[in-house]
Each structure stands twice: as structure tokens, then as C-alpha cells.
């Protein structure tokens, strides 16, 4: 079967660094997408990783290892507007057909 | 203006009534998602089209009916709608590139009563 788990919830302090993780068994791989999601909106894209190794952007910064079927996201230096889903999800060959994993709900506080 | 719409954005209906829902685009993609999503799960493939005239089924397409009016336009109907669909729906555009990063709309909250 295909399966992407990520954690359900997570908490952050305002300016502090938290690590999303998501792991992932799929029939095949043709890369991860990270998307935040605010409540109620629509996702938006974040980054893309295809090959192992980081990818930074900003405060955000996305790690695969395709070989551990792993990957994370690093949100520094948090903002109350990081208040948000974070989705992972990966395209698993064939059409950019994505599956999607259940999301992790970050709540920053002061 | 926003380059994926959506209309209703919000629709309460009574079980056994057919729904339209219809995105529309100005992104100039020729790939276009209709996706359901529920509390507690991820979002899942409803129905997926690469052009005007090709339509495939996705994950849970039970239900629903989809229909590619041009490049533009995608609709997705329930012929005849169940409590069980009531959920977020939201649509989605891609352009074959290295990446074929999807774009989503808005959403549209529908509620079956």
C-alpha cells in the first residue's frame, strides 16, 4: 500500500526553530512536496524535493532521503503567522498523481 | 485576481439533490485536480484531467462525475449527493514541467444534510 504518516500536532515558541517530519512508502517516487495550509484556505506551495539533500528557502528549509523514505521541514525563526497545517506529499510516479499525508497542525505561541 | 477559482465557495444542500461545483483557471494549465478533504485525513484524488479530452479516475471517484468544459473550465457533480460527501473540495492546476507543482483554489465547503 502507499503511506505518508507525519505527525499530528506540534507546538513552537515565537523566534524558535521546529522540524516537521514525514515518512512515506510508496509504489514509487518522483518527489515531495511541502504545502501549508492556513484553516479554512487553500494549500500553497512551499518547496520540492526530488533528489536527497536539503533545499533551502528563506526561513524554510525542506531535507529528503529517498533512501529512508524520509523527509522533514525546517521552519527558523517561527511567526505567529506559522500558525498552519503543514502537508506532505509525494508524487508517486506516473500522471503527478500526489498522495497526501494527513497534515501536521503547528500552533506557535508567544 | 486570483488565478484558480472556485464557485460556491460554500453550499448546503439536502441529501439525493445534484451538485455542481466549477473551478475555472487563468494559469494557462492544461492539468486540472478536483480533490475532497475531510478532518484527520489528507487530501484524496477525486478525478484528474491532463486535457480537454481526457478524464481519469482518482482515488474515491465514486459518487462524483467530472466534466472538462475547455482548458479553462473543470466541474466536478454529485448526481446525487450523500452526508458522507460533505467535506472541503478544493481544485488544483499543474503544467507538465520538472516539477508539476499543483496550484490549489480556494476551496468549496459543501454540507449534505
Known amino acids: 500500500g502507499q503511506n505518508i504518516d507525519q505527525p499530528t500536532e506540534m507546538t513552537a515558541t515565537e523566534g524558535a526553530i521546529v522540524q516537521i517530519n514525514c515518512t512515506y512508502q510508496?509504489?514509487?517516487?518522483?518527489?515531495l512536496f511541502w504545502y501549508q495550509q492556513h484553516a479554512g484556505e487553500a494549500p500553497t506551495f512551499l518547496s520540492y524535493?526530488?533528489?536527497?539533500g536539503l533545499e533551502e528557502k528563506g526561513r524554510f528549509s525542506s531535507f529528503l532521503s529517498r533512501s529512508k523514505g524520509y523527509s522533514y521541514l525546517l521552519l527558523k525563526e517561527l511567526q505567529m503567522k506559522d500558525s498552519a497545517s503543514y502537508l506532505c506529499a509525494v508524487n508517486s510516479g506516473g500522471y503527478n498523481k500526489l498522495i497526501f499525508g494527513a497534515g501536521t497542525r503547528l500552533a506557535v505561541h508567544p | 485576481d486570483a488565478d484558480v477559482t472556485q464557485t460556491p465557495r460554500n453550499r448546503i444542500t439536502k441529501t439525493g439533490k445534484r451538485i455542481m461545483l466549477e473551478c475555472s483557471q487563468t494559469k494557462g494549465h492544461d492539468r486540472m485536480y478536483w480533490y475532497r478533504q475531510d478532518p484527520g485525513l489528507g487530501l484524496r484524488l477525486i478525478y484528474y484531467s491532463f486535457d480537454v479530452k481526457d478524464i481519469n479516475k482518482g482515488e474515491i471517484s465514486d459518487g462524483y462525475s467530472v466534466s472538462r468544459q475547455a482548458q479553462a473550465k473543470f466541474s466536478l457533480s454529485l448526481e446525487s449527493a450523500i452526508p458522507n460527501q460533505t467535506a472541503l473540495y478544493f481544485c488544483?492546476?499543474?503544467?507538465?514541467?520538472?516539477?508539476?507543482?499543483?496550484?490549489f483554489g480556494p476551496g468549496t465547503r459543501l454540507t449534505v444534510l
Open positions: 524535493n526530488v533528489l536527497d
Open positions: 488544483a492546476t499543474s503544467e507538465l514541467s520538472s516539477t508539476d507543482t499543483q496550484y
Open positions: 510508496t509504489s514509487g517516487f518522483n518527489g
